[in-house]
């Protein structure tokens, strides 16, 4: 099968090590790299004839909108529903019918579940090809509501973003509200450690999408997550986020 990826690290590199064990023919975009207008046109050229296309840009809306766009030609497209509903992003393409959403967290790897999610135009048969995939990938495909984040982003997302707000607010220091919620709530990692992983562009795609969709106080996007992502304090990929990675 010959397989197009487009996104961001680290979810794009998990995908890419995925689709390679899986013997897939797998091509990878990096969203920076699609500032050259040759690889753009590149990219549109290779989407068009790939018999799947994933899309995984969660960083900001219209960034993925340009992404999805360059895709929208694709037989078959499986957009990540994180930053925008499947519905939303489907709309960008001229073949809503053959766009399914799905959701992951880095880090994405065999036996993992993926969220799948239909569009309000997705055909069943779309659907139905996703779910192939995905476990044709080694990983366990759930069926879920459309909506931006979907099920673990929308939360896990949204508890990265309370504790910078607690952090913003000098309540304790980044280790210790970390070491509160995994010995206090028995969590596997601290919610800004897990920041960090997923990236905190992506965090705070994610909290701008469930804002814009509902409007409501308890998504709107932490003054200290911002700064930190116009500071380039990206996470785990960039060397440093709300802790340092040497």
Same mark, same amino acid.
């Given at each position: 099968m010959n397989v197009v990826l487009a996104g961001e690290l680290p979810l794009a590199d998990d995908l890419l090590k995925l689709c390679a064990d899986a013997g897939y023919d797998t091509t990878l975009y990096l969203v920076e790299?699609?500032?050259?207008?040759?690889?753009?046109?590149?990219?549109?050229?290779?989407?068009?004839?790939?018999?799947? %296309?994933?899309?995984?840009?969660?960083?900001?809306?219209?960034?993925?909108?340009?992404? %999805?766009?360059? *895709?929208?030609?694709?037989?078959?497209?499986?957009?990540?529903? *994180?930053?925008?509903?499947?519905?939303?992003?489907?709309?960008?393409?001229?073949?809503?019918?053959?766009?399914?959403?799905?959701?992951? *967290?880095?880090s994405f790897q065999r036996d993992a579940t993926v969220e799948i999610a239909a569009g309000l135009k997705t055909s069943a048969d779309a659907m139905d090809q996703a779910e192939s995939f995905w476990n044709s990938l080694g990983v366990k495909p759930r069926r879920v509501a459309d909506g931006p984040g979907l099920v673990r982003a929308r939360i896990v997302c949204a508890l990265v973003n309370e504790a910078a707000s607690a952090l913003a607010d000098g309540i304790a220091s980044p280790a210790d509200i970390d070491t509160a919620m995994k010995l206090g709530m028995n969590y596997p990692r601290g919610p800004l450690e897990w920041g960090d992983q997923i990236g905190l562009d992506v965090v705070l795609g994610v909290m701008q999408g469930l804002y814009e969709e509902f409007g409501e106080d308890r998504y709107r996007p932490s003054p200290l997550l911002r700064r930190y992502v116009q500071a380039g304090w990206l996470g785990r990929k960039a060397g440093r986020g709300f802790f340092e990675y040497p």
């Open positions: 790299s699609l500032a050259d207008a040759a690889i753009a046109q590149k990219l549109r050229a290779d989407a068009s004839t790939a018999e799947v %296309v994933v899309e995984c840009h969660n960083e900001s809306k219209a960034g993925k909108r340009r992404v %999805v766009e360059l *895709l929208g030609g694709a037989r078959m497209m499986f957009v990540s529903a *994180l930053a925008c509903s499947t519905t939303e992003a489907a709309s960008w393409t001229n073949r809503p019918a053959r766009v399914a959403g799905w959701g992951a *967290l880095p």
